[in-house]
């Protein structure tokens, strides 16, 4: 062994041999056969090739042939990546002879087949045989990209079956049509693809000639008696299958389609193209197809027919693809894309034209634009689907015949990653998994979770572009609307919407998918036709109604809880239709489930607040409180979270709005009056402290903030406005925030009137003026009771803590017991007669919330001074205090618990269907069951559901008086 062989040796491994014995024999002949080329030359000329070892054997084979001539440089880096993609490449470029000078210079692929001129079979195939490696050439130079190299294929295919029938039958014959089909159909040929067609002839013309000639042409093309097919051919997509005529007339055509045409017919048909002359009749017969393909509604039991089929597919052993290699038929494989693509074609295609059509590749772009897939969605679809059509050319290329399953050995396998320009076999490897994977899911999204469920009547209300009226009728009166033709109309405006811009195939798609769920939660919502109502009105405010339709759709308990919300608050939806960009967002927290915490909603509050005008600071304010009002009704209608989680939520909510409130009151005061500074020895500061429902953290959702402002300290400002002056405007400020009329109502309604001396009192305190007032004889009872409630919400925590203090030590002080008993049983009747009113009262009703904050607050207020530990303002934790104190028996304290949590779910209920505080349970008997199913009851098969509610208020309100009455004596004695 030589030196000079150990160093062709070292190349042809670092060029990627896995045969270098033989690849180096192959350079020795070729330099012998070709003395003006040396080893090294002819190793250069075979290193661009894909496979250097399939390379070096084809080039010496050639040369080995061509005899004393050889072709120039240029050709032979041509002829090597011929020869290195495929034997049959190279074998086919040594027969072609003189014609091989075409392989000189490069063609654009646009400008292929250039024309066949011949006039027998002989020069029909080289012919086909030439224009083949030129259009090959132009992908495995790089020069033309897989879809144009298709495209070409096609246009050498049409030129083929026209050039064979011209040699059949001379000139063009007007009398014999050629239909293509499949991917020659839709003009993306591969190298090795069967061509799928079918003839027609015209009306009165001979059916024995154009049969002759038909099986002619396919004989030419079968290559029969001369060695070598030109194409494979498949008539069996032909209207009525094998058992048609071979050359049916057109009128035959057209019947068999109308007889047995169904799903799998249409579909085959999207990729129909006329091959040959056109005629008036043909022109006819293409314009039947289109409406036979596209214009028939395609319903539901299309689509489960369609997903059948690739059911049936995936079932084969190809389709399993257990070791995921097969690039068609397996998981994300090229079949995966052309359903993906047809269906929606199938779906859409009579609403929309612009997506109609045979090529995937023009169609993908084409479904993004019409609105039917996302950008992201188009792109995985058009590169995965160019590069597993790559992949396919390059393996057909090499084995000459139909394979669609990656090579397992080494050297297939690197020269697969080679030709497709990836340094290794796992980086290609990687590539492949990631986009059929992306395929595979846009597959599932799109087609196999569709359409899964629900009956085909209730699907077709939206994908029947004009359904019957009794299809309709039929369809919607087992549901609970009252008015179905209405009810109809909605939902064909969430199909349609009425802004032309918000209407999408996608929409469509997925909200036909989603309407047999919507239809049964709305059908069981306690009013089916205001929850269809406030759900298209929501709709109508989105952007892109398609996104939330899917979300609905991949989440069936998102819907339900939209649902529930629509059908049992026109309040809330109206909330939800004023701030329509919050939607995302609250989806978004309810997927997350984070729990709602006061000091987490203050800082993001805050961090929103950067770089903002005030204006706009107090619209985001709004938004914030609707986003989480929102959340927190969803999530109570769903019985997510118990009432008492509502209660401590929106309580935690509308304390960090007021602590927000107050830093955009402050900011605004300071720009414009000054910072107070202090003029004394003791810095001015001030903490609003909430009363009532807010002090007991206890807010429903139309509940009111009780609150007062104490100041301590002195100060001026450089304006000279002193520190009283500074925190009126403050507190006026707030007032003025709060009650801001957005777009979904005010923030919250404020309640002065429980600071001291009430309405006649100053809006705001200092803590000396507060502490005198209540150590002295002027404050009232009242006063005393209102303070159990209390807490500090915002403004300087170590005031609110001496306030708070000072409150729990100075509750009752001063007040004898019997005055305490004698004017709070007074004032708790006075309170009740000033509320009568027909029907039952919640709070002031016999056995209603007024009495059970009655028993708590006078429990307290006289033995508070005795055992401060049982001051609490939150009226359910007092129950359980004054239970463990033995203030109430066990039975007392768990009767008090429950009907109080009960009142509370009522009230909550009428709060959010009458947007107000509203606390009146209605006596008539619709508006009663109503009510009642929004609570949650269901009708008996004996009653309505109004009776179990009626029967549950007088069992509590009866359990509460008989408390109410043992405690009343217990303190007369």
């Not at 160093?7 to 070709?34: M, P, T, Y």
């Not at 036709?529 to 899917?550: I, K, R, S």
Request: hydrophobic share 40%; charged share 25%.
């Amino acid at each position: 062994m030589n030196s000079v062989d150990d160093d062709l040796r070292r190349l042809l491994d670092d060029a990627g041999s896995f045969h270098v014995d033989r690849s180096l024999f192959n350079l020795k002949a070729l330099a012998a056969s070709a003395p003006s080329l040396n080893q090294k030359d002819w190793l250069s000329i075979a290193e661009g090739a894909a496979d250097v070892d399939l390379a070096l054997n084809g080039l010496e084979r050639f040369i080995r042939s061509a005899g004393d001539s050889l072709p120039s440089r240029p050709q032979l880096e041509r002829l090597s990546l011929l020869a290195g993609t495929s034997d049959v490449l190279i074998d086919t470029a040594t027969g072609l002879g003189p014609l091989l000078a075409s392989l000189e210079t490069p063609h654009a692929t646009e400008e292929l087949p250039q024309p066949f001129s011949g006039s027998n079979p002989a020069e029909f195939d080289q012919w086909h045989s030439l224009q083949n490696l030129l259009i090959c050439l132009g992908e495995l130079e790089g020069r033309s990209t897989v879809d144009r190299t298709a495209a070409a294929l096609s246009r050498l295919a049409d030129d083929t079956v026209r050039a064979a029938l011209r040699l059949v039958s001379g000139p063009d014959d007007p009398d014999l049509t050629v239909i293509a089909l499949g991917k020659w159909g839709g003009n993306e040929l591969n190298y090795s693809s069967d061509i799928d067609l079918y003839f027609l002839r015209l009306e009165g013309t001979d059916e024995s000639a154009a049969t002759q000639k038909a099986r002619a042409v396919l004989k030419l093309l079968s290559g029969r008696g001369r060695g070598r097919h030109v194409y494979r051919t498949d008539l069996r997509l032909r209207p009525g299958g094998s058992a048609a005529p071979l050359v049916p007339t057109i009128t035959q055509a057209r019947r068999e389609l109308e007889l047995t045409g169904g799903t799998w017919e249409r579909m085959v048909h999207i990729r129909a193209r006329v091959v040959t002359t056109r005629s008036e009749a043909i022109d006819r017969y293409v314009a039947d197809l289109l409406q036979f393909v596209y214009e028939s509604e395609f319903r539901a039991e299309g689509i489960r027919q369609l997903k059948g089929y690739k059911r049936q597919l995936e079932r084969t052993l190809d389709g399993r693809d257990v070791e995921r290699r097969q690039i068609k038929v397996g998981w994300g494989g090229i079949r995966d894309v052309e359903y993906i693509v047809q269906f929606l074609q199938l779906l859409h295609g009579a609403v929309y034209p612009s997506i109609r059509g045979g090529n995937v590749f023009r169609a993908i772009p084409l479904l993004h634009r019409a609105g039917a897939i996302t950008l992201a969605e188009s792109v995985f679809l058009g590169d995965g689907y160019l590069f597993l059509r790559s992949i396919e050319h390059r393996m057909m290329l090499r084995h000459r015949l139909q394979s669609f399953v990656l090579p397992e050995d080494e050297a297939s396998q690197q020269a697969l990653a080679k030709g497709l320009r990836y340094d290794s076999w796992r980086d290609f490897r990687v590539t492949f998994d990631l986009r059929r994977n992306r395929i595979r899911g846009i597959l599932d999204r799109l087609f196999h979770r569709l359409f899964s469920g629900g009956s085909n009547d209730e699907i077709n209300l939206v994908l029947a572009f004009r359904p019957e009226p009794a299809e309709i009728e039929r369809t919607m009166s087992s549901l609970n609307f009252r008015d179905s033709m209405k009810a109809y109309t909605l939902l064909r405006r969430l199909a349609y919407p009425r802004r032309r811009e918000l209407r999408s195939p996608r929409a469509r798609q997925f909200l036909a998918h989603l309407l047999p769920t919507l239809l049964d939660k709305l059908s069981n919502t306690p009013d089916p036709d205001q929850a269809l109502l406030m759900f298209t009105n929501c709709v109508e405010t989105l952007g892109t109604p398609a996104t939330f339709y899917q979300l609905l759709a991949e989440h069936p308990e998102h819907c339900a809880l939209f649902v529930d919300l629509f059908g049992c608050s026109r309040f809330l939806s109206e909330l939800l239709l004023n701030h329509p960009g919050n939607l995302d967002e609250v989806i978004d927290r309810l997927r997350t489930g984070e729990k709602i915490v006061e000091e987490n909603l203050v800082e993001e509050m805050r961090n929103a607040f950067i770089g903002r005008s005030l204006e706009r600071r107090v619209k985001t304010l709004h938004e914030f409180r609707a986003i989480h009002l929102l959340e927190i009704a969803i999530l109570d209608l769903s019985v997510r979270i118990p009432i008492l989680g509502v209660i401590k939520r929106l309580s935690a909510l509308a304390r960090a709005t007021l602590r927000i409130v107050d830093d955009i009151a402050q900011s605004e005061l300071v720009d414009r009056l000054g910072v107070l500074e202090p003029s004394g020895n003791s810095p001015p500061e001030h903490a609003i402290v909430a009363l009532g429902r807010l002090g007991g953290q206890e807010m429903g959702y139309a509940s009111d903030i009780d609150m007062i402002l104490i100041y301590d300290g002195e100060g001026q400002t450089a304006l000279g406005i002193t520190e009283r002056e500074f925190y009126t405007q403050l507190l006026q400020r707030v007032i003025a925030l709060l009650n801001n009329p957005g777009s979904g109502g005010v923030l919250y309604p404020t309640d002065l009137r429980l600071r001291p001396r009430g309405k006649g009192g100053a809006l705001v305190h200092s803590f000396r003026e507060f502490q005198a007032y209540f150590r002295g004889e002027e404050s009232q009872i009242w006063e005393h009771q209102a303070l159990i409630r209390s807490a500090p919400v915002t403004g300087s925590i170590n005031l609110g803590e001496r306030i708070l203090d000072f409150a729990r030590s100075n509750i009752g002080r001063g007040l004898e017991p019997g005055a305490i008993i004698d004017e709070m049983i007074d004032m708790h009747e006075r309170r009740k007669r000033d509320k009568k009113q027909d029907g039952f009262h919640l709070k002031a009703g016999p056995g209603g919330l007024f009495d059970v904050e009655f028993l708590v607050q006078s429990s307290i207020l006289l033995g508070v001074r005795d055992d401060p530990d049982i001051w609490e303002p939150n009226t359910h934790t007092a129950i359980q205090k004054l239970t463990q104190k033995n203030v109430f028996s066990p039975l007392e304290g768990a009767s008090l618990a429950t009907a109080y949590l009960f009142f509370r779910l009522v009230e909550n209920r009428l709060s959010m269907m009458h947007r107000s505080s509203v606390r009146l349970i209605p006596t008539d008997h619709e508006s009663l069951d109503d009510l009642a199913r929004r609570i949650g009851y269901r009708p008996l098969r004996e009653g309505q559901a109004s009776d179990l509610l009626i029967e549950e208020i007088e069992y509590h309100t009866h359990t509460v008086q008989e408390i109410l009455r043992r405690h009343l004596a217990r303190l007369r004695r």
